[in-house]
């Protein structure tokens, strides 16, 4: 059945990432709102939404009666107040992160989805990049044992910051992602601090400390001062005799517990304990999206159709804003 959604903002992200991924499903567009005429009329044009589905007053978007989900990428407060309007309405919700621009306000959101009992999707594309689905898969499963430790980075380049090093976008757009990755690979986060540095203005760099509700404990390093032409991002997970690493979302290294093989002619590889690697084709010609984007709208489609999917949701999204508000509290 040919899902019917409305789209709210025409910006950067939706056009560039998530337009083209969801129009691969069977999605009709019925309607788009942005306050921009021109972005919207050359989103709404791109993907093939009727002029009269075009509006720029999100109100009169969601008065539809045509719907069967909204879709919102508009940045932290429309997030907040269009995501508790659509819910309230009835309507399914899929919303960009961050959630909302405050913890608090994030929790109003999850109350209002936990009110509807629709679905409120969060873009936290982070948990479906194929190698970190891989790696969670891996650390959840069978044989792994409990975590005992997260060691991770996710760095971006100080551009938006060097003009104005107020680091309020650094939290809410970036780090805020791994404050969802990091608990769903690690569980629940009991203690949380930082120590922070600045190189020069607009050049941040944190390490964040982690201790878990298992015992586990971690690091996180997070900053404003590499290359976006470098790979910004690489995480492990470690327990007894087994540790999975993930690079730049696409490599996956899983090691075991492997006997040395120096002084063994018939040294070979076996696949119960030496170890994994996996690595996509990046060469096939096919629309493959290992960033995950297109699996998590995938889910989002899923989830309004009404089937079980465990996707991360608003009450996920206000556990990511508190520890985040509580790590931005003690940078001073
Ligand atoms: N998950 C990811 O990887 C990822 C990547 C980039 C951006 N994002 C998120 O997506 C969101 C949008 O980012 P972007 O880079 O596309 O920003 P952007 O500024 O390019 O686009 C936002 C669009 O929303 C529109 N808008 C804002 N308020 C509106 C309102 N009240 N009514 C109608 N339209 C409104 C703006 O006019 C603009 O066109 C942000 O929250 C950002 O954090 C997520």
Redesign the pocket.
């Known amino acids: 059945m040919t899902m019917r959604i409305g789209w709210?903002?025409?910006?950067?992200?939706?056009n560039e990432?998530l337009l083209p991924q969801i129009t691969r499903y069977d999605v009709s567009l019925v309607g788009m709102?942005?306050?921009?005429e021109e972005?919207l009329g050359r989103t709404a044009q791109r993907f093939g939404v009727p002029e009269a589905g075009r509006t720029?007053d999100?109100k009169a978007l969601l008065a539809r009666d045509d719907l069967d989900a909204v879709a919102i990428?508009?940045?932290?407060a429309?997030?907040h107040a269009?995501g508790i309007a659509a819910l309230d309405r009835g309507l399914p919700v899929f919303l960009?992160?961050?959630p909302a621009p405050t913890a608090a306000a994030a929790d109003q959101l999850a109350r209002a989805a936990k009110r509807s009992g629709k679905p409120c999707v969060l873009?936290f594309?982070k948990r479906y990049s194929t190698a970190n689905r891989i790696g969670g898969n891996i650390v959840r499963g069978d044989g792994f044992g409990m975590p005992a430790s997260f060691l991770g980075e996710y760095m971006t380049a100080p551009t938006y910051f060097e003009k104005d090093p107020d680091y309020t976008g650094f939290y809410?757009?970036h780090c805020v992602?791994y404050f969802d990755l990091v608990p769903w690979l690690m569980g629940e986060v009991a203690d949380i601090g930082v120590r922070h540095h600045q190189l020069a203005p607009g050049k941040l760099l944190l390490h964040v400390d982690f201790r878990f509700a298992s015992g586990g404990i971690g690091t996180l390093v997070m900053g404003t001062h590499q290359s976006r032409g470098t790979p910004m991002e690489w995480w492990q997970v470690m327990a007894d005799h087994q540790r999975v690493e993930v690079r730049n979302v696409h490599e996956v290294r899983h090691y075991r517990h492997p006997p040395f093989k120096v002084s063994r002619t018939d040294a070979t590889l076996d696949g119960a304990v030496d170890t994994l690697v996996w690595e996509p084709n990046l060469t096939v010609a096919a629309n493959e999206d290992h960033k995950g984007?297109h699996s998590l709208m995938g889910d989002f489609l899923k989830a309004v159709r009404g089937e079980m999917v465990d996707v991360p949701d608003a009450s996920d999204g206000a556990r990511a804003m508190h520890l985040l508000e509580r790590v931005v509290a003690k940078i001073k």
């Open positions: 709210i903002g025409c910006g950067t992200h939706a990432m709102c942005d306050t921009d972005r720029r999100w990428a508009a940045g932290p429309a997030h269009m960009e992160k961050p873009g594309m809410l757009h992602h984007y």
